[in-house]
């Protein structure tokens, strides 16, 4: 069984936000910020239904002018737009990183053409959800230094 949710509708007036739920007529409070519109409006609701405070949902609707309202609508949407745009970009990406693994690129390859760090590159990669290919990339190449014997690591070789 799902929880009910209450619309709260939140109305400013000298300084002080006045909340009325349409979905439980009586219920009434006032709070200073639109902050504290959750916490008292659910006390009101839950005293005029009868029903323990956490047993239902939420919605709280601050009531804005005409030209405010429209304003923050359509930034709402655009936020939503841009979501969305963020998920279709993380796909794309996640399957360039598997089809540049799979071509042969390394890691750090992987992320100069994208133009992401290694560590993207890597979260790409166990992100993705198909077959898993390793996909590193090296903090620093391994040095030719790394191979040669310790004397001569450091200039000191020894002649006998």
Avoid: N
């Amino acid at each position: 069984m799902s929880r009910p949710t209450y619309r709260v509708d939140a109305l400013k007036r000298e300084g002080w936000w006045l909340l009325t739920s349409p979905d439980a007529p009586g219920a009434v409070s006032q709070v200073r910020t639109l902050g504290q519109a959750d916490e008292h409006a659910r006390e009101a609701i839950a005293f005029v239904l009868g029903v323990a405070e956490d047993s239902f949902d939420l919605t709280v609707v601050p009531e804005l002018p005409k030209a405010l309202q429209a304003k923050v609508s359509k930034a709402k949407q655009g936020i939503r737009d841009l979501e969305a745009l963020q998920r279709e970009a993380g796909a794309m990406s996640r399957e360039a990183v598997q089809e540049l693994a799979a071509a042969g690129f390394k890691g750090r390859e992987i992320a100069v053409v994208l133009g992401v760090s290694p560590q993207r590159v890597s979260q790409l990669a166990k992100s993705s959800g198909g077959p898993q290919q390793r996909v590193t990339a090296r903090a620093t190449p391994r040095s030719r230094a790394a191979s040669l014997p310790a004397a001569t690591k450091h200039g000191a070789a020894k002649r006998k």
